[in-house]
């Protein structure tokens, strides 16, 4: 069908429904309409790091670890792989007449909220803090999950919380979101912006209220930026039930039929949720219109008619994807693959790790609530997969046939059930030759409002802190001498004494190869070279309230205080040092470009990757404005003993400020271009990372 043929059919189909018809398919659960040829559709799907909740999927790590590889071709093919496996479900449910929910083919993925305060339960589902890693990493997962041709797609994404969306859980119904226009355009709206350049087909609102108005209802958001300003042309749906918050919550309106006709008005085409079967009585009273209807459900109508839900089969790209690919052997190891490139070695005292095949160790004792927590693997919004490898399975996995090793395991402590610790394993420490610690978090501890039973904030955490039944086994565990391994996951920062451990890798949620990929790294199989997409402050009162979406205090950007692990920071089993930076240009106006390169050597002895990361610092910047802001990043990899020249291309709009009123400006000046491989003005060399170079370009 072609896309004059596609346009005609909408507008015939629209002219013969009657109004109720209509509104019937602005819900989620669009009931069939058989006179016209429409089946019954779901709207309502997931597939946030795999297809989630409908079954067997592969379950690769979460968001956050997946933002954690700063690798934009790698992240795509995981997408790629994962709207695989959704064509291949929808295909074989639409075989069975199965058009239920989590079954179709509209993703509510990806989550490109910026992770401002590590307390947000749900800033695992984030690429992180920074708005160009987010819109770049958003960006290529929307790529892998649509397809490359924006008229037939694979399966439509969606760019949610549309906007400023990041806690607290327990208000998020409630609460409204003050932020200037700097910090909105700066940081919060540039990732949407990226994506809705780039074709996403959807944006979700937030259920909260951003600068008074709810975001599923903002004349603001949806209008004047989103449709008017960065020209989006594909459907706009609420968050959950949000439409219901306008006026039982949120107090914006007095009646469902006023809180459906303030959203379909301000732009929201579909309602995930329960108030647009009201339209009927908004239209009744004059509240909304026929053709407002009508425009929603054009919008609709497009997305389904793109991924040819109205088409011949024989027409179908995608039609001979089918269950075989489900979960394959080929996505098992792009699983592997992933959990491998995203854990992060956070600290190495003595070159602890790898550990050593030389016959020192002969007894590794594995210790530790996560060491066996499936929970600490799958995060949230996840599917089922049968291949699921803890960590105890994994390092169990790489002594298999070793008969000079032995190992042991205590689970030590509950996860976050402090009543039960079994303090006197502690002792068992004496015998071994080394510990392997598995503790953090799992998704009990934090996530969504309503999904996570362990959090006393429902789903948020009140401190970044280790728990504190966990940080006294640790501490009881250090003072018996022995080098430790520790071992952390979560989906957000963690903030732990210093000296706790010999060695730390930060392992998030690492999806159903995850407990392989940390063994694979500790006897080292596998080199880390993960970077933190969000900085690990050193403690809870380093942050700024959390209620205050300011951005002043927070992120590598704005913070002022020495963080525990800066942005962009991750270790290697080898080092790396940068030389040679070298700018195209001395100068630099609006429209033009510079090209930046620099030589990274790899000074040890083993092969490994590096991240390059390019940070832009304007040097007479005023209060308020970045310290530092990361405009390109690439992933080298690097033999022994080598060393390659990588190159970038920075477009002027790389230099550009944001003033008070959230227009881009370039501003004339001296500017720094630093190549580093963490946040330049917050690193310390002493902790491992390589030394910043950097180079000066005057902008005109």
Known sequence: MTIDQREAKIKDLISTMTLEEKVSQLLYESPAVPRLGIPEYNWWNE????????????????????????????????????SDEARAKYNEAVKRNNRGQYWGLTFWTPNINIFRDPRWGRGQETYGEDPYLTGRIGLAFMKGLQGDDSEHLKVAACAKHFAAHSGPEKLRHEFNAEVSRKDLFETYLPAFKLLVENGVESVMGAYNRTLGEPCCGSFFLLQEILRDAWRFKGHVVSDCWAIRDFHEHHKITKTPEESAALALKAGCDLNCGCTYPDLVVSYQKGLTTEEQINTALERVLRTRFKLGMFDEPENDPYAALDGAIINCEKHQKLALEAAKRSIVLLKNDNSLLPLKDDGSIKKILVMGPAATDIHALIANYHGLSSHLVTILEGLAEKIRGRFDITMDYHQACMMYDQNHNMGWTVGMAEGADVVIAAFGLDNAMEGEEGDVIASDSKGDRSAIELPDHQLAYLRALKNRGKPIVLVLTGGSAIAIPEDIADAVLFAWYPGEKGGAAVADIIFGDTTPSGKLPITFPASTSQLPPYEDYAMKGRTYRYMTGKPLFPFGFGLSYTTFAFSDIALSEKTLSKGGSVKVAVTVANTGSRDGDEVVQIYIVRDDRTEGDPASSLRAFKRASIPAGRQTRVEFTLDSSAFESVNETGESVLLPGSYTVIAADA????????????????????VV
């Open 47 to 82: 597939c946030l790091h795999g297809v989630a909740r409908s079954g067997i999927a592969t379950v690769f790590p979460q968001a956050i670890a997946l933002a954690a590889t700063f690798d934009e071709e790698f992240v795509r093919q995981v997408a790629d792989a994962i």
């Open 679 to 698: 946040a330049p003005l917050a690193v310390s060399v002493e902790k491992g990372a390589a030394k910043p170079v950097s180079a000066n370009i005057a």
